[in-house]
């Protein structure tokens, strides 16, 4: 038996689980959590159903959500970067002003990411890839079938030839 | 001798002011890396175009003057935070203009076709009212996670806590807005 010095586990470093491993239970844990005792679950909108002060309270939630959404969607002018950026360099000193990259600040709009620029040819570019991988596919099997009729009309004309002009005529022509 | 020595003199001068300027440009990086998503989060916390563009003016003022021109050990944490405060500090000023909404809630009673728009308005700026008086701990959080759209990981980072703090810091000031906001509605 191997004695353990003080502060040190039988848990070796070698047999930690990866982080990963350990945020993918995490995330199955919430997501139980959130089924069984979320405001989705069936007996909490069982209760809710039958609980006006509940019902209230979640109202109050959803109102909360909603302005939050209202916040979130309500777009600002296209050239407000622009005059934030200008407003925001007349603050900083001569030279930085006088940069370069100043110039391009001035003249900066928001831009998508390249997440979200990519996004429209998303769809484009899956079917291109199904196209590639269908014409990969047919390629494959019209390959393996030719492989598969030569191979059988090879062994079939062999038969043939063994049982018409004997096995070591057939050897002779098509081999061992 | 002394053309020389002045002609020196400024030639130092300008090696110290090009100096200066060289290690300030980060402010111009962060100006462009992060400068659209200050002004959605100012937008949204504010909701006035004129009160985006000062708090952005007052955020790269203070990042510029930052421990006499120091930079930042984390500029997007650095930023965040100074615009959260300028803005917050404008919208509590706003608040005791608050007021003007009573004649707003009359206006409702003249035109009734404009009862759907005043209602968003006054949601919205009801949530404004109501994160400004949360406490500054749940605040912060609400603003960077729901104003900024930073992910919990950053928010947790900006503020110097866990992420899981700051999901319950975000779990409670929901409640607390909801309550309040409630409360409202029913007297």
């Known amino acids: 038996m191997r004695l353990l010095a003080r502060g040190q586990t039988t848990y070796s470093q070698k047999d930690k689980p990866a982080a990963g491993r350990c945020r993918q239970i995490r995330q199955r844990l919430a997501d139980s959590m959130l089924q069984r005792l979320g405001p989705e679950a069936p007996w909490v909108q069982r209760h809710v159903a039958r609980c006006p002060r509940c019902q209230k309270r979640l109202a109050a939630l959803g109102k909360v959500d909603l302005a939050l959404s209202i916040l979130k969607s309500q777009p600002h002018r296209l050239d407000l970067l622009i005059r934030a950026n200008t407003a925001a360099m007349r603050m900083l000193s001569h030279r930085l002003r006088e940069a370069k990259e100043a110039a391009k600040l001035e003249q900066a709009r928001p831009e998508p990411g390249l997440m979200e620029r990519c996004a429209r040819y998303r769809i484009s570019a899956t079917h291109l890839a199904a196209c590639i991988a269908i014409l990969f596919l047919t390629k494959a099997g019209i390959f393996s079938s030719f492989d598969k009729a030569h191979t059988r009309g090879s062994a079939a004309l062999k038969q043939y030839y063994s049982t018409q002009a004997g096995e070591d005529v057939a050897r002779e022509v098509f081999g061992a | ?187």
């Open chain 2, 1 to 187: 001798m002394f053309n020389k020595a002045v002609s020196y003199d400024l030639l130092w001068e300008s090696a110290a002011l090009e100096g200066v300027d060289e290690s300030q440009r980060w402010i111009l990086a962060g100006m462009r890396k992060h400068g659209h998503e200050l002004i959605t989060l100012l937008w949204r916390i504010l909701g006035n175009e004129q009160d985006v563009c000062d708090a952005y003016q007052t955020t790269f003022l203070r990042l510029a003057h930052h421990e006499d021109g120091l930079k930042p050990r984390w500029v997007k944490a650095y930023l965040f935070r100074t615009a959260s405060n300028a803005a917050i500090s404008m919208l509590r000023q706003r608040i005791v203009e608050r007021k003007a909404l009573s004649s707003v809630m009359q206006t409702i009673e003249e035109a009734p076709d404009a009862l759907i728009d005043v209602n968003v308005k006054h949601l919205t700026e009801n949530l404004r009212y109501h994160v400004a008086q949360l406490p500054e701990h749940l605040r912060n959080v609400v603003m960077l996670r729901d104003f900024g759209e930073l992910s919990y990981v950053e928010v947790a980072r900006i503020l110097g806590v866990s992420v899981g703090t700051a999901r319950v810091y975000r779990c409670k000031a929901v409640q607390l807005l909801a309550t309040w906001m409630n409360k409202e509605a029913n007297q």
